[in-house]
């Protein structure tokens, strides 16, 4: 069973604490997503990687970065946490290609609850 | 840049009636999908039925299927024979060649009523 595995379902962190959030995909998919989920708002996207240590800015880059050393680790990176960053955080991953390729079926992650007190 | 939007932020339906979630978008590109994702009270999101914009024909996915209405713009879910296990959280989605990556609704949570 294809799997993206994100590594803690639940945090609480302190302002201007640095929070790694880290997600592992198991399917040599090439791009990678890192989602931000408000209640009304949808899903969001913060930043995404088409191919190992390429980044690229999705609609809310700031406040946070990324890092993608290996194609099936994406990490999103709060470099100074802060209580507008309480959230819900998806990663999701797709195969590469065009728009009538498999690129447009991402497969997601369960979620990491973020709480910065 | 294209947008998205679900205008039933709630909704009920009867177990085992049936229900339309509505969802229009806005964009300037001919060829582009649609989605409907689910996001059960677990929260991990599954694809439940995609449409590609050249096709007419209506997606179908046994009891889920859309009515897309590309002039207008349009791409309803429709969930025939409601069960308690379809409550959850549903996003529309577009993904087109322009920005490369989904774009989401702000999503509809349909409760199902025994």
């Known amino acids: 069973d294809v799997k993206v595995t994100q590594s803690s379902r639940y945090l609480v962190k302190r302002t201007g604490e640095k929070v790694f959030l880290e997600c592992v995909q198991d399917m040599d998919h090439e791009n990678m997503f890192w989602y931000r989920q408000d209640p009304g708002l949808g899903l969001r996207l913060i930043y995404f990687s088409y191919d190992v240590k390429m980044k690229e800015k999705g609609d809310i880059p700031e406040g946070y970065s990324v890092s993608r050393e290996k194609k099936e680790r994406f990490s999103l990176i709060l470099e100074s946490a802060s209580t507008n960053q309480t959230s819900m955080y998806l990663c999701a991953s797709s195969f590469g290609g065009t728009v009538n390729s498999g690129a447009n079926v991402l497969t997601f992650g369960a979620g990491s609850r973020l709480t910065v007190l | 840049a294209q947008t998205v939007t679900q205008s039933q932020p709630e909704m009920s339906v009867q177990e085992a009636e049936t229900v339309t979630l509505s969802c229009t978008y806005d964009?300037?590109?001919?060829?582009?999908?649609l989605f409907w994702y689910k996001q059960p009270p677990s929260r991990q999101m599954i694809l439940v039925i995609r449409q590609e914009a050249y096709k007419q024909q209506n997606a179908t996915e046994n009891r889920f299927s859309v009515n897309f209405q590309k002039a207008a713009k349009s791409f309803s879910l429709k969930i025939s024979d409601s069960q308690l296990g379809d409550a959850a959280m549903y996003f529309c989605a577009y993904y087109g060649n322009a920005g490369n990556m989904l774009t989401f609704g702000g999503g509809t949570r349909l409760m199902v009523k025994p």
């Open positions: 964009t300037s590109e001919s060829d582009y999908y």
